[in-house]
């Protein structure tokens, strides 16, 4: 298709393609089942239409989907909760669609603010690979860290040491935690894992944040997961309830002008400053690209070897997998860029490459 603009339709079948290819089911056939109520101009056609004038960048289809699972996991949509098996229910594989259809009718307003709602996900699988990358760092310099993400969304990865980590060979963060990632997230050979890292501050900053300590924040960030995808919705859960007891406030502030702020204050000897973010990169306009690496750039020419600086980040590489790279500066001259890791984008399948 010429340019990036679809129709509606278009969205729909191409959301249930990529629910099919991606693993969910439940929504693929969903997604089918409302792009026939959509055709016969039912209430999908009369909710949706006119809601964005780019449906696929907006995710109008997943809008709609999402607002019947909050509703479902408030507990105010029975029939569904109890075919999604993110609500204790479960679902044997025949057509949802009638059901779901009643929870519009039931709840039509609920809809309408719905579909105004940003699709925003905060990955905590991502978390198996950014330990490794900041088990690298602790390997090296043997210092405590100070951590700073951009576009955090919830800040759960801010937590990422608060969840448990093992490859078999070796192990890092929290083994009591609730959430834990075991050595079927890591291909050999594995990274090593360095124990007992100490963080020394963390701070995450979000342009939208979301206030998973707030109810309502909590039932969005879960909405937003598919309701048969029961392992990434546990996991997600657990992040939150971690979040929750030990919170770490998400600013609200563009990336680039925080950072420079943040990396403007005179590093502490004895801390390892690591900037990082996971799946940010291009959502960022080019002149929070631009602040970004001016303020690691400036930031570096005063970073020293018992206060040297870092940028990890994970980001697209490929259509199939995601790159970990590490910048370090430790002033004693240029840079040093290393490609750690290759990753899948939900955080599976760790390939070590440092
Ligand atoms: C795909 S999400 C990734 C969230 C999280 N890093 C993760 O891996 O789960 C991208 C995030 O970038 C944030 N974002 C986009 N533009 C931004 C900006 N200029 N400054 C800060 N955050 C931004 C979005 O609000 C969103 O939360």
Redesign the pocket.
């Known amino acids: 298709m010429a340019g990036s603009t679809f129709t509606l339709i278009e969205a729909i079948e191409r959301q249930a393609d990529s629910c099919a290819h991606i693993g969910s089911p439940l929504y693929a056939g969903l997604l089918t089942g409302l792009a026939g109520d959509y055709l016969s101009g039912g209430v999908t056609a009369e909710l949706l239409e006119g809601v964005s004038d780019q449906p696929v960048h907006d995710a109008v289809p997943l809008r709609y989907l999402a607002t019947a699972h909050r509703l479902a996991l408030a507990g105010s949509a029975a029939e569904l909760a109890a075919l999604f098996p993110s609500c204790g229910g479960s679902w044997h594989g025949g057509d949802i669609t009638d059901v779901f259809l009643s929870a519009v009718a039931m709840h039509r307003g609920e809809f309408v603010r719905g579909l105004q709602r940003n699709v925003?996900?905060?990955?905590v699988g991502?978390a198996a690979v950014l330990a490794a990358g900041f088990s690298a760092i602790a390997d090296r310099t043997g210092l405590p860290l100070r951590t700073l993400e951009?576009?955090?969304?919830a800040g759960l990865?801010s937590h990422w040491d608060r969840f448990g980590y093992a490859t078999g060979e070796s192990s890092t963060g929290d083994p009591g935690s609730p959430l834990q990632f075991g050595p079927e997230w890591y291909e050999r050979p594995a990274p090593h894992l360095h124990a007992g890292i100490q963080v020394a501050e963390r701070a995450s900053?979000?342009?939208?944040p979301i206030d998973v300590s707030t109810d309502d924040g909590r039932l969005s960030m879960l909405s937003f997961v598919w309701p048969d995808q029961l392992e990434r919705f546990r996991r997600l859960d657990h992040a939150i309830a971690i979040a929750r007891a030990t919170p770490v406030h998400v600013d609200e502030a563009?990336?680039g002008d925080w950072l420079a702020a943040r990396l403007a204050q005179p590093f502490d000897d004895g801390v390892a400053t690591a900037v990082f973010?996971?799946?940010?990169w291009q959502?960022?306009?080019a002149a929070?690209k631009v602040a970004v690496r001016a303020a690691l750039a400036e930031a570096g020419e005063r970073a020293t070897g018992s206060a040297p600086l870092h940028w990890l980040r994970m980001e697209p590489a490929t259509k199939e997998h995601a790159d970990l790279r590490l910048t370090t500066w430790r002033g004693d001259g240029e840079p040093a860029e290393e490609l750690l890791a290759h990753v899948g984008y939900h955080g599976a399948g760790v390939r070590w490459l440092g």
């Not at 925003?120 to 990955?123: A, K, L």
């Not at 973010?277 to 940010?280: G, R």
Request: net charge negative; charged share 15%; aromatic share 4%.
């Open positions: 925003q996900t905060n990955e991502r951009l576009g955090g969304s990865l900053v979000d342009v939208s563009d990336a973010h996971s799946i940010v959502y960022l306009p929070t």
